[in-house]
């Protein structure tokens, strides 16, 4: 039996905890997948490398329009891949290599393998048992497949294993109309795959803002094959190798057949992965773990961080919460809280999509009064230069106070565009003065937000 002062379990933002703060503490970390977690290894990272490739493929499909012929001549996947695994993988493995063995981490044991509690504070670890005065669990997420009779022998894919498939299928079928399923969408139908999307839902990302979900969901079905409101019941693969996936929707039974399956219907909390009833840590009706303002669960002493504990599945977020629980494990008197009043998100589709704060639908289920302001790419000067069609930025603000309550973006560079919302309502900072008391370069793109702001009809100063 070993003890520690630490025992930190999983190395996504969990790694990011220990530095040399902790050079006094005698800590252990445990992971028992690749080391650096979802993000970096299966998840934000690589997606975003394949986008930003996506995007350059896409761009001969629309460049006569600027009266630019391009074409594209091809699309080498396995270079694609190997490029962007060659980048990460390292660094993945530079990771495993810092903590195991660098003389930074001499007080620092990592652990290769499950976690899983045996009894209050007392933690396995391949055979081996470990003690500790704070546990920090880091445990992620991981896909959920669910329950489609004939799936599991035809084969399938999640997030984990799309990015490393040895060849681009002809035909791809995406099951889910969440961020995997939009943003593998683009990035496959740009490199010209063929992609049949099946939603069961009658909108492809139903928690955005209602305009926003609609304007997507056009955009998509223009793109590719957008079933919604289908329900996959089989999966069975053909002997000469493609799989029919068997749907039923209120017009009846239909079929895709395609060469390769991406299940995209959300990720469950790894909280069932480490026996946590042996330690008393509690989790919720979805199985997330439950944590008070400062992080920690229901054992003293015991602190949860990231997709395992939150109902936001974010790197950004997990990323805060790492920051509260470092801070709490260094300063048990005097801990902070975390704070997740102002939490954006973006979808790096195509187009991108960024959000923060309440949607329209939210702000009237609730009850609460806003006024809102809508400004379309094309009336800008740089929508101008894109041509953009279809873009617009949607901002809810109180109408009295013109505090900032919402912001929906969908259209070139949302996820850079929403920043100045981002920074305006975690400050304060309303609306009038936001759009009048600071220059906004011309003829940026930026110009999307200080016109929406403008457009605001707010009640003591618009
Ligand atoms: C395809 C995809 C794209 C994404 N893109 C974005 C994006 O663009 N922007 C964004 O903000 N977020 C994105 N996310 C979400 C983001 O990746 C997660 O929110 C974030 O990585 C969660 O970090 P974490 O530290 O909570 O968990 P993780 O990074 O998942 O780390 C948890 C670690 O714990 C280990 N573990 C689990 N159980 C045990 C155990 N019992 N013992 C030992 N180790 C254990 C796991 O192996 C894992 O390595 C994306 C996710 C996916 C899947
Ligand atoms: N850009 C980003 O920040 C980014 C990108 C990818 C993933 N993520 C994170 O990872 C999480 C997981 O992504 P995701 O797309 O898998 O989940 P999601 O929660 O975004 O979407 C899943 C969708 O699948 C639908 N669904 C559920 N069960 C289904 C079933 N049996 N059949 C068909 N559809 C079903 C749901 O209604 C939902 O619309 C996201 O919620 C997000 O937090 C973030």
Not at 152 to 172: Q, V
Not at 347 to 356: D, E, K, M, N, T
Request: aromatic share 6%; charged share 25%.
């Amino acid at each position: 039996m070993t003890h520690y002062d630490v025992v930190i379990i999983g190395t996504g933002s969990g790694n990011t905890i220990v530095n040399h703060r902790f050079a006094d503490r005698k800590v252990a970390i445990v992971e028992r997948g690749t080391f650096g977690g979802t993000c970096l290894n299966v998840g934000c990272i690589p997606t975003k490398m394949f986008v930003h490739t996506a995007d350059l493929a896409a761009v001969p499909s629309t460049s006569s329009r600027y009266g630019v012929d391009e074409q594209l001549l091809g699309v080498r996947w396995p270079e694609i891949r190997d490029r962007i695994f060659g980048r990460i993988d390292p660094i993945a493995a530079a990771g495993s290599e810092y903590r195991h063995h660098h003389a930074d981490n001499a007080n620092v044991t990592v652990y290769d393998g499950t976690g899983r509690f045996t009894g209050p504070k007392e933690l396995t670890v391949n055979g081996e048992q470990l003690t500790a005065d704070q546990f920090v669990i880091a445990a992620g997420s991981r896909p959920i497949v669910p329950f489609i009779p004939g799936l599991e022998e035809a084969g399938f894919h999640t997030s984990d294993t799309i990015m490393r498939l040895e060849k681009l299928p002809r035909r791809l079928g995406i099951i889910g109309s969440g961020f995997v399923a939009a943003e593998f969408a683009h990035v496959f139908s740009s490199y010209g795959v063929e992609v049949t999307l099946i939603a069961r839902s009658d909108l492809l990302l139903r928690h955005e803002d209602h305009d926003i979900a609609t304007r997507f969901t056009e955009i998509a079905q223009g793109k590719y094959d957008v079933r919604l409101n289908h329900d996959t019941v089989r999966a069975v693969r053909r002997d000469d190798g493609p799989i029919a996936l068997e749907t039923l929707s209120p017009d009846g039974p239909d079929e895709v057949v395609v060469d390769e399956v991406l299940v995209a219907v959300g990720r469950r909390p790894n909280s069932d992965t480490m026996d946590l009833d042996r330690t008393g840590v509690e989790v919720d009706a979805e199985e997330r773990v439950i944590v008070d303002e400062y992080q920690q669960t229901t054992v003293d002493g015991i602190y949860a961080l990231g997709d395992v504990t939150s109902p936001q599945q974010l790197k950004h977020v997990a990323n805060h919460e790492a920051r509260v629980v470092k801070h709490n494990l260094l300063n048990p008197a005097e801990r902070i809280k975390s704070d997740h009043r102002f939490v954006p998100h973006a979808v790096f589709s195509s187009p991108q999509i960024a959000g923060v704060g309440l949607s329209e639908e939210e702000a009237r289920d609730r009850g609460i009064p806003y006024v809102v302001g809508i400004q379309q790419y094309a009336d800008i000067a740089y929508g101008w230069a894109m041509e953009d069609t279809t873009g617009f930025a949607k901002v809810l603000a109180d109408p009295e106070t013109g505090q900032i309550i919402g912001c929906h973006i969908l259209g070139p560079q949302a996820s850079s565009v929403i920043q100045p919302v981002i920074q305006a309502m975690s400050f304060g900072l309303d609306a009038y003065s936001m759009a009048r008391n600071q220059f906004w370069i011309h003829p940026a793109m930026s110009e999307l937000i200080e016109n929406a702001l403008l457009k605001l009809k707010l009640q003591p100063k618009g």
